[in-house]
């Protein structure tokens, strides 16, 4: 068995929780290893991790974890606001690089990956959120493209299509009111980034609407 199947079959997803915080710091700290092409100053690790204290204990948050050996290697979250059509995936953060120095990670962050958004789709399409937004450095995006555009059917990014909405030099604010939130852990991006919206494809719409018609 391959380490990337061992690790796989291994994992737990699950919510993360209060008790998990100092887990949440240490992955963040990987983050800004891997992630920037800028250094991160001591003023913005503080509000990371601040504004990622106030998400675990929001109700209007879900932060999950895929966790290894009771480590957090990967984390994902959205953000469902009220009385608004969308929610937004505010972040997803990996370690895996630092966890498994022996193996090309790619792939096994793409399958997990996927997984917690699975969850986090499902989660949203049953409380009757069809779209949502993200924000990622231009490089990160083509990624999520390709990953995207490689879906089989059996995956849950296969039922969505996504539209690119609005480029953000680096150094820009928000320019618009529903971009806002995308913007709380910093007022601007140290690289050039890109708002992009998801849409569930309407023919699943259909199908959730077929199961939970309208009283």
Known sequence: MSLTQHVLDNVEIRKIDNNDFPKVESLLSHVTKY?????????????????????????????LGVFYNNELVLEASGLFPERVPFWHNISLHSSLKEAFPDISVGRLQRLLAGRLYAILMKYAEDRGYYNYYTIRPVDHQRVSNKIFDAATPSSPMYRYEYYFEHFYPAGTVSAYKHHDILFTTQSTYVEDSVVYLYCLKQEYRNKINRKHPES
């Not at 992630?35 to 991790?49: A, F, Q």
């Open 35 to 63: 992630w920037r092409k800028t250094p991160v100053d001591s003023n913005l690790k503080t509000n990371i991790l601040a504004n990622y204290y106030k998400k675990i204990t929001s109700p209007h948050c879900l932060c």
